[in-house]
Nanobody, 122 residues
Framework: QVQLVESGGGLVQAGGSLRLACATS????????MGWFRQAPGKERELVAAISWIDGTIYADSVKGRFTISKDNAKNTVYLQMNSLKPEDTAVYYC????????????????WGQGTQVTVSS
């Protein structure tokens, strides 16, 4: 059984930074494709960033240049560094894991975390 536990969310002012972490159980973490999604009130859940098992990355246009996804295989943890935060970044952020990158991109990963709230004030 694979379990994902997010942490690092909170309240920050516009222009500030937060670092989200997703701790993952499982012996095959290094071969997973990982992603971060977010869902704001009244909006669809959207892919924010993804990182493949060979460390290729994908970013939503809205966060390019501001957010960075990375992983630490020794700690079985994936991170999302969020800089220059904007009020429109406010959402619940979810960690996801999958055997196939395409299921992360299409929003149908094998595993989901329960989410962590990020609130950006003006």
């Amino acid at each position: 059984q694979v379990q994902l536990v997010e942490s690092g969310g909170g309240l920050v002012q516009a222009g500030g930074s937060l670092r989200l972490a997703c701790a993952t159980s499982g012996r095959t973490f290094s071969n997973y494709n990982m992603g971060w999604f977010r869902q704001a009130p009244g909006k669809e859940r959207e892919l924010v960033a993804a990182i493949s098992w060979i460390d290729g990355t994908i970013y939503a246009d809205s966060v390019k240049g501001r957010f960075t996804i990375s992983k630490d295989n020794a700690k079985n943890t994936v991170y999302l560094q969020m800089n220059s935060l904007k009020p429109e970044d406010t959402a619940v952020y979810y960690c996801a894991a999958a055997s196939l990158l395409r299921t992360v991109v299409t929003g149908t990963p094998d595993y989901w975390g329960q989410g962590t709230q990020v609130t950006v004030s003006s």
